[in-house]
């Protein structure tokens, strides 16, 4: 990208941040203002960010926070670079800093179900559950909150949350595969069969469609060479 070649324009920086907060506007708002003032340094972080420069980019992200700290998504943009560096404590306490701004918001509950999903599961299943309160249609919220019940042991509360998140993404074979343990974990060995079956086939789909891609690139590639 252009931030991994160096280039860190105020025009890149703009539409950095934009993307970073999660703005729809046309353009990026004038640099003399607030609004543009953040744009223009979450834009550095996240243009620094990209290119793995976390201590640079943490510094930017602690000065604007500082000097605006009610901005919308601010937190939660700096949340996602403090993920991106592996600084998973630092990022629950932006994303947890964003629901206090915004108590409504359901994607930074989604982002510390994510990060601490395996590591404190029962820490991120609160977030997971306040996420599916306020918005019961996401799907995600409740393959998320499937995963953690999961996690911490809670076969019986996981396997509705999954069947949910399977409706919705059908393709997706790790939810069967998640679906199979919940099943053999309450006493359903037929179901955790057939999920386990499902997984097995979804895989050896995408492994022969992976393989399909190969002979067509590996063909075209020789046609270009005769």
């Known amino acids: 990208s252009l931030c991994l070649n160096g280039v860190r324009s ?31 340094h979450a ?6 960010n990209s290119a793995k420069e976390y201590e640079a980019a943490k510094t930017e992200f602690d000065e604007v926070t500082a000097r605006a700290p009610h901005f919308p998504l601010l937190h939660y943009a700096y949340g996602c670079a403090l993920v991106d560096a592996r600084d998973i404590p630092s990022a629950v306490k932006e994303f947890e800093a964003e629901i206090a701004e915004q108590p409504k918001s359901i994607l930074p509950r989604l982002h510390i179900a994510v990060a601490e999903y395996k590591v404190d599961s029962a820490a991120g299943l609160k977030y997971a559950e306040e996420a599916v309160q306020l918005d019961p249609k996401l799907p995600l919220g409740h393959y998320l909150l499937g995963l953690l019940l999961l996690d911490t042991g809670a076969y019986e509360r996981a396997a509705p949350e999954l069947e949910i998140a399977r409706k919705a993404f059908p393709q997706e074979g790790r939810i069967d595969l998640s679906l199979a343990t919940a099943y053999a974990h309450v006493g359903r060995p037929q179901d955790a069969a057939r999920a386990r079956a499902e997984f097995a086939r979804k895989k050896q789909a995408e492994q022969a469609k992976a393989e399909g891609v190969v002979e067509i690139t590996d063909a075209m590639n020789a046609r270009s060479k005769q």
């Not at 834009?43 to 620094?48: D, H, K, Q, T």
């Open 10 to 40: 105020a025009e890149l920086a703009g539409t950095f941040g934009m993307v970073a907060l999660r703005m729809r506007d046309a353009a990026a708002p004038d640099m003399r203002t607030e609004a543009g003032d953040v744009v223009q």
């Open 43 to 48: 834009g550095r972080a996240a243009c620094l």
